[in-house]
């Protein structure tokens, strides 16, 4: 499986680098964070840490969705989706550090489907 999660993260660094594209003309500091986070989030879950993962894909989405919102990089209803996706993230990894329930794999799943919707805007765009 370790070779599969290896796959899975190491396929985030184009989407992070596409947002970092967009997201860097118009106020480098947050695309530079944003980017961060993004990355954190890989390693985090990369290498087996539970609410910290948690914590820092919060982060990355708070950050890019309020990015893609004040920048207009990405239509408003995704932009705003990523930041409340941001909130729930970082509460989640709040019950998951206290230990009230094991936040993780529902976060790999939220993930996953943001993932899918960030693929359908870009192809959206794209054709």
């Known amino acids: 499986m370790r070779g599969l999660d290896v796959l899975g993260y190491g396929l ?3 989407p992070l680098a596409t947002l970092h594209a967009r997201s860097a003309p118009h106020r480098s500091s947050g695309a530079v964070l944003a980017t961060s986070a993004g990355v ?8 087996g840490t539970g609410w910290q993962t948690l914590f820092f894909l919060g982060m990355w989405w708070w950050t890019a969705g309020k990015m893609a919102l004040e920048t207009a990089t990405l239509p408003r209803a995704f932009a705003q989706l990523t930041m409340a996706l941001g909130v729930l993230a970082l509460v989640a990894a709040v019950f998951a550090a206290i230990g009230s ?6 976060g790999q799943a939220a993930l996953a ?7 359908a805007v ?6």
């Open 101 to 106: 329930f094991a936040a993780l794999p529902l």
């Open 40 to 47: 954190a989030t890989a390693l985090s879950a990369l290498f």
């Open 122 to 127: 870009f192809i959206r765009e794209s054709g």
């Open 113 to 119: 489907a943001w993932l899918l919707g960030l693929a």
């Open 12 to 14: 985030l660094l184009p």
